[in-house]
Nanobody, 121 residues
Framework: QVQLVESGGGLVQAGGSLRLSCGAS????????MGWFRQPPGKEREFVGG????????YYAESVKGRFTISRDNAKNTVYLQMNSLKPEDTAVYYC??????????????WGQGTQVTVSS
């Protein structure tokens, strides 16, 4: 079992920045792949970015590449999503997710509760 808790969501103006945190617990994480997803209002959930904890590569959706950065704090079992140059279309509920496989793109099995990010114009 893996428990994921997101925090850091809120309201920010377009062009601003926000950092989301995802604290993980329940097991060791060296074998996990972690990802961030988001679900805009009225739309389907979409992949934002992700990485394998034991690997060195981080992958991003094209829509956020160059603006969002995923980082990690191994000692705290925490993953961060730094969001810069935010746009109104970034408004969504953001979810932290995990899986035991190595593909960052799909098939996540553990999910956080989500945190709301609202970007005003």
């Amino acid at each position: 079992q893996v428990q994921l808790v997101e925090s850091g969501g809120g309201l920010v103006q377009a062009g601003g920045s926000l950092r989301l945190s995802c604290g993980a617990s329940g097991r060791t994480f060296s074998s996990l792949t972690m990802g961030w997803f988001r679900q805009p209002p009225g739309k389907e959930r979409e992949f934002v970015g992700g990485f394998s904890w034991s690997g060195g590569n981080t992958y991003y959706a094209e829509s956020v590449k160059g603006r969002f950065t995923i980082s990690r704090d191994n000692a705290k079992n925490t993953v961060y999503l730094q969001m810069n140059s935010l746009k109104p279309e970034d408004t969504a509920v953001y979810y932290c997710a995990a899986k035991t496989g190595y593909s960052v793109w799909s098939d996540y099995t553990y999910w956080g509760q989500g945190t709301q990010v609202t970007v005003s114009s």
